[in-house]
C-alpha cells in the first residue's frame, strides 16, 4: 500500500515551458486535492476533484489544469511555467473518519514535488 | 469567513518546555478540528483532531484545548523534544471532504 505517490520529487523549469506533475493514489479515496507551499503562505487549494470525471477550482487556480480520468489518478498540468510558480507541490487524498458522533475526513498527503521556475 | 487564522508564525521553545500554538476561527459551522504536522521534506501528516462538543483531547504528550465561544482552538505540546520540530497546521472542517488549513507555525525545539 503505497499511499499517495508524486513524481517527480523536483524539477526545473525554464519560464513558457509546460509540464505535468503527476499524482496516484491506490487507496481508492474520491476525493483528491493539489496544494500548493510557500513560506509564509501555508497550504493554498488549487483544484481539486471530488470523483472520476469531476473536477473544481481552489483558491488558486490561474496557471494550472487538471483532469481526473481515473479514481486513481490526478495529474496537475503548468499550461506555461512562471517564476511565480515556483513553489513545493502537494497532492493529497480523503479518507473518512468516524470521529465523535459524525463523519469527518482525514488528509493522506504524498511527499511533494520541489518545483523551480527559471 | 472560512480562515483559520494560527498564530506564531514560528517558535521556539527550549527541549523540555511546553510548546503551544494558537488557532482562531469565524465559522461557527466548522466541527472538526484537525492538526497536521509536517517534517523537513515530507508531506504533512494527520497528528491528532477535536469535535466542538469536547473541552480538551489527549494524546501523549499532545493535547488540543477548545473554546468553543471564543471560536479558538490550541495545541500544546508537554515536554517538548528535538523530534517535534516541525511545521505544524491547524485546520477545520464542516462534514465534508474540504479542509481548510492555517498558514502553519514552524517550531523548532533547542537541544
Known amino acids: 500500500n503505497a499511499g499517495v505517490t508524486q513524481t517527480p520529487k523536483f524539477q526545473v523549469l525554464k519560464t513558457g515551458q509546460s509540464m505535468t506533475l503527476q499524482c496516484a493514489q491506490d487507496m481508492n479515496h474520491e476525493y483528491m486535492s493539489w496544494y500548493r507551499q510557500d513560506p509564509g503562505m501555508g497550504l493554498r487549494l488549487i483544484h481539486y476533484?471530488?470523483?472520476?470525471?469531476?473536477?473544481d477550482q481552489g483558491e488558486v487556480p490561474n496557471g494550472y489544469n487538471v483532469s481526473r480520468s481515473t479514481t486513481e489518478d490526478f495529474p496537475l498540468r503548468l499550461l506555461s511555467a512562471a517564476p511565480s510558480q515556483t513553489s513545493v507541490y502537494f497532492c493529497a487524498s480523503s479518507y473518512s473518519i468516524m470521529f465523535g458522533r459524525g463523519k469527518s475526513y482525514g488528509y493522506t498527503f504524498g511527499s511533494g514535488t520541489r518545483l523551480t521556475v527559471v | 469567513q472560512q480562515q483559520v487564522k494560527q498564530s506564531p508564525q514560528s517558535l521556539i521553545v527550549q527541549k523540555g518546555g511546553i510548546s503551544i500554538i494558537n488557532c482562531a476561527y469565524e465559522n461557527t459551522a466548522f466541527d472538526y478540528f484537525p492538526w497536521y504536522q509536517q517534517f523537513p521534506g515530507k508531506g504533512p501528516a494527520l497528528l491528532i483532531a477535536?469535535?466542538?462538543?469536547?473541552s480538551e483531547k489527549k494524546e501523549g504528550r499532545f493535547t488540543i484545548s477548545f473554546n468553543k465561544s471564543a471560536k479558538q482552538f490550541s495545541l500544546h505540546i508537554m515536554d517538548s523534544q528535538p523530534g517535534d520540530s516541525a511545521t505544524y497546521f491547524c485546520a477545520a472542517s464542516y462534514g465534508d471532504d474540504k479542509i481548510i488549513f492555517g498558514k502553519g507555525t514552524r517550531l523548532h525545539i533547542l537541544p
Open positions: 476533484s471530488v470523483g472520476a470525471g469531476i473536477t
Open positions: 477535536i469535535r466542538p462538543d469536547v
